[in-house]
């Protein structure tokens, strides 16, 4: 089992460019998760899909958009990337809504300029 | 507003002490708290405290809810340079919400 993958593992974009960053489980959970990871910040929920199909804002969703394309596959999508999106991406998954542990990628360091 | 504040936001220690992170947490309906380790890359899970499992332990690490201080702490002792990271509390209700963390340094 590869677990959580994410693509790509860095990214320079300029100001105004667009990405689209991809996260796959193959563990056959039913949760994905997207969150930003800024020095001081903790980590902050961007979106969630809770379940195939659905999929919820969290905390800080303004610029962002995601597809939960199948079971396995949840991408975040960055249409005009701004300065203020510079920051490490982890995608992570669980089993159910209900689980407790998840398990994230290994992350995607995104620096706009 | 949910939300959980962990304490210090970073530590230095010296191989061999003992360590005392901090975690307390204002939810509206608690179903668990969560400690992970993040090293360099992505969290990785270390325990799980509920209303029924309160203590947990593993090796050097141990961690306590304290439901009526609705806080956590996790001790780390005769630590080793391989605990340096940082330390993060999660709350599992309805929402996931992580603390910022705590950043540890061990040195040699």
């Known amino acids: ?113 | 507003e949910d939300k959980v504040v962990q304490s210090p936001l970073s530590l230095v220690v010296h191989e061999g002490d003992t360590v005392t992170l901090n975690c307390s947490y204002e939810v509206t309906n608690f179903r668990s708290l969560l400690w992970y380790k993040q090293e360099k890359k992505a969290p990785t899970f270390l325990f799980m405290l509920t209303s029924s499992g309160i203590e947990k332990k593993s090796g050097r690490l141990s961690s306590i809810l304290d439901k009526k201080e609705l806080s956590s702490i996790l001790n780390i002792t005769a630590t080793q340079t391989g605990d340096s990271a940082i330390y993060l509390c999660v709350n599992r209700d309805d929402k996931i919400i992580f603390g910022k963390g705590t950043r540890l340094h061990i040195l040699p």
């Open chain 1, 1 to 113: 089992n590869a677990g959580v993958t994410q693509t790509p593992k860095f990214q320079v974009l300029k100001t105004g460019q667009s990405m689209t960053l991809q996260c796959a489980q193959d563990m056959n959970h039913n949760s994905m998760y997207w969150y930003r990871q800024d020095p001081g910040m903790g980590l902050r929920l961007i979106y969630y899909s809770a379940s195939e199909g659905t999929t919820d804002k969290g905390e800080v969703p303004n610029g962002y958009n995601v597809s939960r394309l199948n079971k396995r596959e949840f991408s975040l999508r960055l249409e005009s990337a701004a300065p203020s999106q510079t920051s490490v991406y982890f995608c992570a998954s669980l089993r159910d809504f209900r689980s407790y542990e998840q398990y994230f990628g290994p992350g995607t360091r995104l620096t706009v300029t």
